[in-house]
């Protein structure tokens, strides 16, 4: 969850490792891309913390051992200025699930495309650029996908998006949880 | 337009109110509540109880009920769940495209007032704000006798003339229509067919 | 003005019946594919028609989409079981799972064994009638209509029991975090299942007959919509699809939950990778499920609690697990089905995001294996994938 907390030096980060067959895909594919830390966090579960500058090797080395990419998933962390994005790795030959876990500003959102490893990632991504406003450069089909363009905009499902005062915006009257006195909104 | 002379006085639009259909009403309106046939087109999570309802356990075609494909032969038009405006635009084309005299039932608490989406803001809150609603079923979802006994209810309405939302919508067309546009934008209708174009 | 596509020796053989062959221009159209369509459910797909071919599709989704994840984030724990299990409607019990699974984690909850028992009956429960859910919309698709009529009706009787155990027919609200919500209402109950899944079985000869080892089925399925192993792995294709591919993976097997680890079943893999493939792969898995449910009846419930013990369930609204995330998945007849869940200490999740296996299947899979389909065969791919609009929309 909190990056600072991986914050370890490399000596510390492999002793940590355990002898599993996890451990040893983690050791593995650090070797070859020292700018990532990896840590296992239980059985079938492993968990690694990349730059996003090189997000994109880093996929690209991973995709041998992990063939498929479930999903990406976004969090909006307002409080911190970043999104967290979080790309959910399945390898079918080793049984493992991995996060791939990179942040970037708020404000200056711009990740990499990954289509060329899997094709796939251009769903998620127009779905991720729809709800959060990242852009994913090299991906040509981003834009309005599931919402109309009036939600589009708004990127609704970032943090600082008030989605009651919207809601009552677009709908007006027809918008009415209140309680029998008026005063409080009923859930 | 020069064409609509050849219509005569009726401007192209048959008046149900004319005494000639006037005299056969009650055999239309036996008609009508008899052969309902469905659009098939099932919005929201509402139509997961279509199939047993048109099947063995519930069966609706005793009451002449039938799933259709197409709007253009189609009497009820069921709004089973929750409508987003993506939906409502199609729901919209839909329903004009049927053939008056028509009926809508909304199915389930989302149509009415938003249901378990109250806050959503992706849903649309009070369905007969842009078309015209006839039955209303609560509940979420529905059982099958539900939607069954309001199938019904609508069998009664159009013996005794009470389901007349498709009078309504003609009648108050600019209400409707001003509601619609409201939502969506003014000249939805052409911007929708040629959003996709593009990526063709 | 001669057509040059037209190849020489068709026009010699015309030639040679006193016939000419008319230079058609290539022409292409567009067709708005749904969702006013019985085969899609609210899903729209738009189809560039080169004549009866496809040349390009682009998928249109967002038909369904109330913006699940940021309602999540509204409502507390608890309340969002009520809300996250619309996100599958047939099968409405693996969205309350996962969540459940990745709170159950964040929280650091032991399921006691009963609950155990009881998820894992429910979860093959609903893979049943989700199997009969499909038959009926593939039945229906290639024009055999019996069979749809009759998965329809054996439906029923899961809807039953479904209804006796948890109060609802569709959605169950059943599975919430730390166990389930109420018992297994008695012994009748488990006769009642044993009957249903004696009486399905017995059923399956029948649905041989008239569906899989059907002519029609035959004809209208074999060399539709092929996809390789490479191509099925790189689109993140899982579930019945990928089996039909010759991938093995089921998330019962390589990420055992719950008591499937105890379970003795199969994986049916098949390697054609067309939609004869996917519908056979169906059908043995349906095979499977009969068998895990008998054994989860020989097994019986374990006696005990069917919820755990903990003090902070007493006041369910203010329940506040600690901060962390996790991510859980099950196998669906869909494919694999998952959550990633964010808490940082409040009442409410910080992040709820679901993967849903049509994510893949009906965007950029279907978009691929359309081209070059023809129009007749667009529902038959559409529902060998078992494309759900409300997985890719949420």
Known sequence: MDMNENKTNEKVEETRLPDTKEGKLVKALIGKAPYAEGSVRRERRVEFHVPAERIHDFLELASETFEMLMQISVVDWLKEGEFEVVYQLWSVSEGVHAFVRTRIPREDAKLPTVMDIWPVAETYEREAHEFFGIIFKGNPRLGPFLLEPREYEKHPLRKDFNMLSYVKAIYGDDFDRYDESKTNYVI | MDERKDFGENDGVIHYELQEFKLFEPLFKWARKKSLWIVAFCTGCGGIEMPPLATARYDFERFGIMPNPAPRMADLFLITGYVTPKTLKRIIITYEMMQDPKYLLAHGSCPINGGVYWDSYNVVKQLDKYIPIDVAIAGCMPRPEAVMDGIMEIMRKIETGEADGWKRYRENYEYYRRNQDKLFGEGWREKEAKRWLAWI | ?394
């Open chain 3, 1 to 394: 003005m001669t057509n040059p596509e037209v190849p020489k020796e068709l026009r010699e053989e015309a030639k040679g019946h006193d016939m000419y062959l008319h230079p058609i221009a290539k022409d292409t159209y567009e067709l708005f594919f749904g969702p006013q369509h019985m085969a899609t459910e609210n899903f729209s797909i738009i189809l560039k028609m080169d004549g009866n071919r496809v040349e390009k599709a682009i998928v249109n989704p967002g038909f369904l989409h109330r913006g699940f994840e940021k309602l999540a984030e509204q409502r507390p724990y608890f309340t969002n079981i009520a809300l996250l299990l619309r996100i599958c409607v047939p099968e409405s019990d693996v969205p309350e799972n996962i969540y459940s699974m990745a709170v159950d984690e964040i929280v650091g909850w032991e399921v006691p064994e009963r609950a155990v028992w009881i998820r894992t009956t429910v979860l093959e429960m609903a893979r049943l009638s989700a199997w009969m859910f499909w038959i009926m919309g593939f039945g229906n698709e290639i024009g055999l209509y019996t069979a749809g009529q009759w998965a329809a009706a054996y439906r029923e009787r899961f809807m039953r029991l479904f209804e006796e155990l948890t109060g609802g027919r569709v959605y169950h609200i059943y599975t919430v975090p730390g166990g389930v919500r109420r018992d297994i209402p008695g012994d009748r109950w488990l006769r009642q299942l044993r009957d249903t899944v004696e009486y399905i079985k017995s059923k399956m000869k029948d649905f041989d007959e008239i569906l899989f080892d059907n002519y029609i089925t035959f004809e209208r399925t074999e060399g539709v919509g092929v996809m390789d192993r490479r191509f099925a792995l790189k689109h993140a294709v899982t579930g019945p699809n990928l089996r039909a591919t010759g991938v093995p993976y089921d998330v019962r097997k390589d990420d055992p939950y719950y008591l499937y680890p105890e379970l003795d079943f199969e994986v049916p893999v098949l390697k054609e990778g067309d939609s004869l493939a996917r519908v056979l792969v169906r059908r043995y898995e349906m095979e499977q499920d009969l068998y895990i449910l008998e054994q989860l009846l020989d097994m019986g419930p374990p006696s005990g609690p069917y919820m755990v013990q903990d003090a902070r369930l007493k006041a369910l609204p203010r329940f506040k697990p600690p901060k962390g995330d996790a991510y859980a998945h099950v196998e669906s007849t869909k494919g694999d089905f998952g959550a990633y869940v964010v808490s940082n200490g409040t009442h409410k999740p910080y992040r709820v995001h679901v993967r849903g296996p049509s994510q893949s299947h009906g965007v950029t899979v279907l978009e691929e294996l359309l081209k070059g389909a023809r129009l007749a065969d667009v529902p038959v791919i559409l529902k060998t994938l078992d494309n759900c609009p409300p997985d890719i929309d949420r």
